[in-house]
C-alpha cells in the first residue's frame, strides 16, 4: 500500500507559479502510475494529470495544458506538478492519486491511493 502527502500549495498571484509535491511512503511506488486531481468549491473533482511508472509518458487535461508539468522522481518517492501562469480559475484543493497499475488514468475510480489535498489559491 501507499501514502500521499501533498505539500507546496498556497497563494499566489494571477500569472506566477508553483510547484506541488506529493510524498510516497510505502512499497510498490516505482511500479505505480500517478496522477494530479482538483476541486473547487461547489465543482466535481477533476482530472489534471497523470504520468506513468517510470514517468516515459504523460497526460493533461485541456485545462492546463501548456501551464503546468507533471514529473517524477522515483529515487525520492516523490510526484511533482510544476504550475506555471497560474489563473484564478486553477484555485482548488489538489489531490495526488495513486494507481495499482503502471499506465496512465484520467478518473478518479481508476485510482487506489490518495492524498488528504493541499489548497491552492491564485488571486487576481
Known amino acids: 500500500q501507499v501514502q500521499l502527502v501533498e505539500s507546496g500549495g498556497g497563494l499566489v498571484q494571477a500569472g506566477g507559479s508553483l510547484r506541488l509535491s506529493c510524498l510516497a511512503s510505502?512499497?510498490?511506488?516505482?511500479?505505480?502510475?500517478m496522477g494530479w486531481f482538483r476541486q473547487a468549491p461547489g465543482k466535481e473533482r477533476e482530472f489534471v494529470a497523470a504520468?506513468?511508472?517510470?514517468?516515459?509518458?504523460?497526460y493533461y487535461a485541456d485545462s492546463v495544458k501548456g501551464r503546468f508539468t507533471i514529473s517524477r522522481d522515483n529515487a525520492k518517492n516523490t510526484v511533482y506538478l510544476q504550475m506555471n501562469t497560474l489563473k484564478p480559475e486553477d484555485t482548488a484543493v489538489y489531490y495526488c492519486?495513486?494507481?495499482?497499475?503502471?499506465?496512465?488514468?484520467?478518473?478518479?475510480?481508476?485510482?487506489?491511493?490518495w492524498g488528504q489535498g493541499t489548497q491552492v489559491t491564485v488571486s487576481s
Open positions: 510505502g512499497r510498490t511506488f516505482s511500479n505505480y502510475a
Open positions: 492519486a495513486g494507481r495499482s497499475n503502471s499506465w496512465i488514468a484520467t478518473t478518479r475510480r481508476d485510482y487506489d491511493y
Open positions: 504520468i506513468t511508472w517510470n514517468g516515459g509518458s504523460t
